[in-house]
């Protein structure tokens, strides 16, 4: 569905503008405030009753509508859209009080108690009924509203409680293992139960893997994984399930968090249960920020399928959560939102208009601070406002695909941070980010496809740490390299199925043959060792024993130092016209940076860039429309570019069209 409430209102494309808007916090005498704070500033559109609940139904089926309709009335007058939220997010006191048997219970069997929010059992049927109730007086009192452009579903799904162990989550757990493995002989083959003498003879006797004596079975854990996000994702469906009923041509949504390590929700397997994709990004502080923020915004693009998607929340400024919360510098509120927009966003939204003066994120940063509306921040916000406007050719625009690609799976992030592995230290999301910094480095293009996306059309496709490895993924890999695409992964790939088994014969198991290597044992690194490369590099974290088996497989690299001197650091077989290519240990953005300048150069893929702008600036391309991001806090002579503008300034980003 493309609803033209939202992406074509009137038959006028247009990026839109705006954040979460909870009046309920202020005496209705602001409202009024706010409204003329919003057209001064280019607002379009708010996200209203995220966290209502507890002020919409003070008891069951007890309903006060008359504070929303005035709200919404007041916003559509002012020719604000609404994107309206389902009020599910967080349960309101006296459902909690009425019903402990809601709350989540996490592994040690601690009870998740309220007085934050999110505190509900995504299985639970009591919290459902009520929670749908809600859903249904939602949509049959605004369905028909004009103002209504989208609906929210809950918010923030799993954020807080994407893990829950209780008696609730047990029953449906055995449910979705009866579903996907028919019978208990088939789950303990996959499970592989003969191992420590877990042999079910029943699914009663499963239970999610609390806490226990020693390491949980591996399979077990992976799959609870797999059914948690489930799990959430059949609660989304549900609340979807009732809007589509009731109003068939209102979009539904909800707020994805493809951020940093927030990795609960397959939001690959989630895209589809939505009409767009949303997302919310938050900065998180480091070297890598901002390529963390691209690399964020580009993989919601590809989620989206390159369709248009929503940037339902990101910060003005500070945020509250973290230890220490930095003021953004002058330049990165804009910076920051026209990221996102160069890779698809069409709408800029915050957390959130105002800023609340109690609670929890009282000091949380809005579009009006506690300062109001004359301050440096709030004239920042209307300044974006105007650029958004002036933007308003590439709404609906898809991002143009690059010529590299980096793979991006869920499963393999679960699984290669579960406990007994070789190591405790890899980070899977943290080794896809330094291939993407690397590409930024070198500037060139690259695309952060789910693994289940059509890569065949990529010249380089980068897999980096790909644990997780079906015979069918084998087969794709295999039939892209033949093909002639050229191909590259890392250490700790191919390593097992989908059942967390070990691919026999020999690392890196389901890839061993494609890359014509063979390694017997793993030879991670101990914190503060290191592995010299004879390419001038040096390795951590992991190294590999690595015999090369095919005369296709030349070597690259090898080690200088450590256990494996002499054996192969960095390989590359040739297959057909197309190649695979394996690194075995922790590069680091740099490091990586010469290795794969090295395989593109191989592979014919180079920079759209003028050299002296690569890796100072980054290009994204939505059809005719350029967008030049500086990554550096000075400002950048651009004129090579041939666009109006001859510098681009600190924190700065240039748009112009080809």
């Known amino acids: 569905m493309q609803n033209p409430r939202w992406l074509r209102r009137a038959g006028d494309p247009r990026l839109e503008y705006g954040a979460d808007y909870n009046p309920e916090q202020w005496p209705r005498e602001v409202w009024d405030d706010d409204v003329r704070a919003m057209r001064e500033a280019g607002v379009t559109i708010v996200s209203l009753g995220i966290f209502s ?100 579903v809950s918010n923030e799904l799993g954020c807080h409680n994407v893990y829950d162990y209780s008696d609730d989550a047990a029953a449906a757990f055995r449910t979705w293992l009866r579903a996907r493995y028919t019978t208990i002989d088939a789950l303990n083959e996959s499970w592989g139960t003969a ?50 009923e009731i109003t068939p041509d209102i979009p539904v949504t909800t707020n994805f968090m493809v951020m940093g390590e927030t990795k609960g929700m397959d939001y690959a397997d989630w895209a589809a249960e939505v009409d767009f994709v949303s997302n919310d990004h938050y900065r998180l502080p480091g070297g890598q920020t901002l390529d963390e923020l691209s690399f964020s915004a580009n993989l919601t693009g590809n989620l989206a399928g390159g369709r248009p998607w929503f940037l339902m929340e990101h910060s003005t400024s500070a945020v509250n959560w973290q230890p220490i919360n930095l003021a953004k510098k002058p330049g990165e509120l804009a910076r920051d939102s026209l990221t996102h927009v160069a890779h698809g966003a069409d709408a800029v939204c915050f957390f959130q208009w105002r800023q609340s003066r109690a609670g929890a994120e009282k000091y949380h940063s809005a579009m009006v601070p506690h300062a109001g509306t004359d301050s440096s921040l709030f004239r920042e916000v209307a300044s974006l406002g105007s650029t958004l406007r002036s933007l308003s050719h590439v709404a609906g625009v898809p991002r143009t695909p690059a010529k590299a690609a980096i793979l991006f799976d869920w499963t393999s992030w679960w699984a290669v941070e579960q406990d007994s592995h070789p190591t405790a230290a890899l980070r899977y999301r943290q080794e896809a980010l330094d291939w993407y910094t690397a590409f930024l480095d070198l500037g060139v293009r690259a695309d952060v496809l789910p693994v289940a996306a059509d890569f065949s059309a990529y010249d380089v496709v980068v897999a980096p740490v790909l ?44 890839l061993r043959d494609l890359l014509g290597i063979r390694i017997e044992e793993f030879g991670p690194l101990l914190d503060g060792d290191t592995a010299e490369l004879d390419n001038g590099l040096t390795g951590t974290l992991w190294t590999d024993r690595i015999d090369v088996v095919s005369p296709d497989t030349a070597v690259l690299a090898t080690y200088k130092t450590g256990d494996q001197a002499g054996r192969a650091a960095i390989t590359r077989r040739t297959v057909g016209a197309g190649s695979a290519a394996y690194v075995s240990t922790r590069l680091g953005p740099d490091g990586l940076g010469q290795v794969l300048g090295d395989l593109l150069s191989r592979a014919g893929v180079t920079s759209e860039l003028p050299s002296p702008l690569r890796g100072v600036v980054e290009l994204a391309v939505r059809g005719d429309t350029r967008f030049v991001i500086n990554r550096t806090s000075e400002p950048v002579d651009i004129a090579a570019l041939g666009g109006p503008d001859r510098t681009l300034t600190a924190r700065g980003v240039a748009v112009f069209r080809a």
């Open 53 to 152: 609940w507890a002020k919409l139904e003070t008891a069951p089926g007890r309903y006060d509508f008359g504070w929303l309709d005035e709200a919404i009335e007041k916003l559509h007058a002012n020719g604000i859209a609404v994107d309206l939220a389902t009020a599910t997010a967080s349960p309101p006191p006296w459902l909690t009080t009425a019903y402990p048997q809601v709350l989540p219970v996490d592994a040690k069997g601690n009870t998740i108690w309220p007085g934050g929010r999110q505190q509900w059992r995504p299985t639970s049927p009591i919290f459902r009924e009520h929670a749908l109730r809600l859903v249904r007086a939602m949509a049959t009192r605004y369905g028909n509203h004009p103002a209504v452009v989208a609906w929210h």
């Open 195 to 244: 191992f420590w003498s877990q042999w079910y003879t029943g699914f009663e006797q499963i239970l999610p893997p609390r806490q226990a004596a020693t390491h949980p079975n591996p399979t077990q854990q992976l799959d609870f994984k797999r059914f948690s996000s489930d799990a959430l994702k059949d609660y989304l469906v549900a609340e979807k399930a009732v809007l589509r």
């Open 467 to 510: 644990h997780v490895v079906p015979s069918g993924l084998a087969d794709r890999l295999t039939s892209y390299a033949s093909s002639g695409g050229h191909l590259i992964t890392t250490y700790f790939s191919g390593i097992v199925d989908e059942n967390d088994h070990a691919w026999l014969g020999g690392y890196p198991g389901a």
